[in-house]
């Protein structure tokens, strides 16, 4: 009988998800793509009017199609910015970016510049506070080469493959970045919901806002301690506190975090290798390291880092706890698992950098083109039945947007900027810090900018646009009712405060079986449902 269990015990170690409670909805398989820096209006102000011009892929809406929250004639001929003096020769009404301008600067997007830009909700500083032009300049005083470029918005005839997804699926033209500021914040709050509980602080404490009781809150882009592939020469910082990993890995669930990079043995066709790998796009003026390791959040918590990129056991392993990766991997190993036969149940996907949209050195048309790819091999596999991807964005990248969203967590720090020097409101509503005693996390000014996202799923609404509130943390909220019963990260996590995803879907109709898929290069459909 000994022998019995032992044997038990170890096979269901051997098979961590053996032990697993079963989803609570049709969804077994979670797939998160996370693009960079794009505001809701910047991709989806005219939905679903595209202008259509000759030489770019035409969209054109299904019939009741709904309409968004997005740029009316009021907001496109007389926007605060264009009247607002302070933005000087910036100062202009958003405008059309054409697809042969798909590859712009990039935005300030700092913590304390887009509450600036907010204005106390007057959304009407952007181009003063967040605003950069393209160098070296295109013409004298045109939109691209002044502050004004942050009022720049593509169409359905650029982000046509993110148009047609909302088309035959579900968006939202509601929801939030957890907090202000820029990329790791963002990715951070995607995992654990709390920005607060920064230590191991090396080489400085300039890009941390002071928490309260001690504590530091994350507010700019340092490196994980530890990563090999770390810049050791800039601020490190760890972070305290559990992540989503830490829930799945306790509840056995399969879960994964997928780099483009990632794989230090990989020699690219450039000869690049190593914490050096690199790919360019033909829009972008030079080549970028496929991994930058301020945006994968896991590697900033010492229980779900895996420092020295050490490569899964094998394919089979990947996404279990005993796969010696510790859960994070490269974008070629989720491919690899699941023609394996191994769909992990929770997958997180960050493109190579010259794919990730971050602009300055991405553009939407090689993000679709990573998105695209993803989706289409999905939707050719049996387990498409009981998949859900969710397209969300880490932050805004300063680019204008005219939707305040409501501000849940106050702050009073010296970073904060919203209402008045030093204050996101009064403080009063802070969410705690990692720390129980810290009942006042400062730092964590929230909701930040209004962000793209979709849901492409047999079991999302179609044709359907989602009003109710949701932020980066809404993500953890699924994942924890559909397989951890429930259970939350607590201590301040956005994720207590959040609503789901839910509403999205429609788990009371039969799934929709037919496949949407588009191509690669211009998004457009190559086969409909």
């Not at 044997?7 to 051997?14: E, I, M, T, Y």
């Not at 008045?420 to 009064?426: I, K, N, T, V």
């Not at 609404?461 to 559909?482: C, G, K, M, P, W």
Request: with cysteine; aromatic share 10%; charged share 15%.
């Amino acid at each position: 009988m000994k022998e019995f269990l032992f044997c038990l015990s170890a096979l269901l170690f051997l098979h961590g998800s053996a032990a697993a409670a079963p989803p609570a909805t049709p969804i077994k398989h979670l797939v998160i793509i996370f693009p960079e820096n794009i505001s809701f209006d910047h991709y989806f102000g005219t939905y679903p009017h595209a202008t259509n011009p000759p030489g770019e892929p035409k969209f054109i809406a299904a019939p009741n199609t709904p309409q968004v929250n997005g740029l009316d004639t009021a907001l496109l001929t007389r926007n605060p910015n264009a009247s607002n003096p302070a933005n000087g020769e910036g100062a202009i009404n958003p405008f059309r970016l054409e697809r042969s301008q798909a590859a712009t600067a990039d935005q300030s997007h700092e913590y304390t510049a887009e509450q600036m830009a907010f204005h106390a909700g007057l959304m009407d500083l952007f181009p003063k506070s967040v605003g950069r032009g393209n160098k070296p300049a295109t013409g004298p005083h045109t939109p691209l080469n002044t502050i004004g470029l942050t009022m720049g918005y593509f169409d359905g005839n650029t982000v046509t493959a993110l148009w047609n997804y909302a088309q035959r699926f579900a968006m939202s033209d509601n929801s939030y970045g957890s907090n202000f500021g820029p990329s790791t914040p963002g990715a951070i709050n995607l995992i654990s919901g709390q920005t607060n509980g920064v230590v191991d602080i090396r080489n400085g404490s300039g890009g941390l806002a002071d928490g309260g009781n001690g504590s530091f809150t994350l507010i700019s882009d340092p490196d994980p301690v530890g990563d090999v592939c770390s810049i050791t020469t800039r601020m490190t910082v760890s972070m305290s506190g559990p992540n989503i990993g830490d829930l799945l890995k306790d509840g056995n669930i399969t879960w994964g975090w997928f780099s483009g990079g990632f794989d230090r043995t990989i020699v690219n066709k450039n000869g690049t290798t190593d914490c050096k790998r690199s790919s360019q796009s033909p829009l972008t003026p030079r080549p970028v390291l496929d991994y930058i390791p301020h945006h994968e959040p896991f590697q900033y918590y010492p229980s779900t880092a895996n420092p020295d990129h050490t490569r899964p056991k094998s394919v089979k392993r990947i996404g279990y706890a005993d796969d010696g990766a510790n859960h994070q991997y490269d974008v070629h190993d989720f491919y690899d698992a699941i023609k394996a036969g191994n769909f992990p149940a929770v997958s997180f996907l960050k493109a190579p950098a010259y794919q990730d949209g971050h602009a300055g050195y991405s553009n939407p048309l090689d993000e679709q083109t990573f998105a695209v790819q993803v989706i289409n091999f999905l939707q050719r596999r049996p387990e498409w039945r009981d998949t859900a991807v969710v397209i969300a964005y880490d932050d805004s990248d300063g680019w204008y947007d005219h939707q305040m969203g409501p501000i849940v967590n106050q702050s009073t720090g010296s970073t904060d900027a919203l209402t008045g020097p030093g204050s996101c409101g009064d403080g009063s509503s802070a969410l705690p810090g990692v720390d129980a005693g810290n009942a006042h996390a400062q730092g964590r000014c929230g909701f930040g900018p209004r962000l793209p996202m979709l849901v492409i799923s047999p079991w999302a609404r179609v044709n359907f646009v989602d009003h109710s509130l949701t932020n980066q943390a809404s993500v953890i909220r699924f994942i924890e009712d559909n397989w951890l019963e429930g259970k939350r990260l607590g201590k301040g996590s956005f994720d207590e405060i959040s609503s789901s995803i839910t509403g999205m879907f429609d788990f009371k109709s039969a799934p929709r079986m037919g496949k949407l898929i588009l191509n690669e290069s211009t998004g457009e459909v190559v086969r409909p449902r």
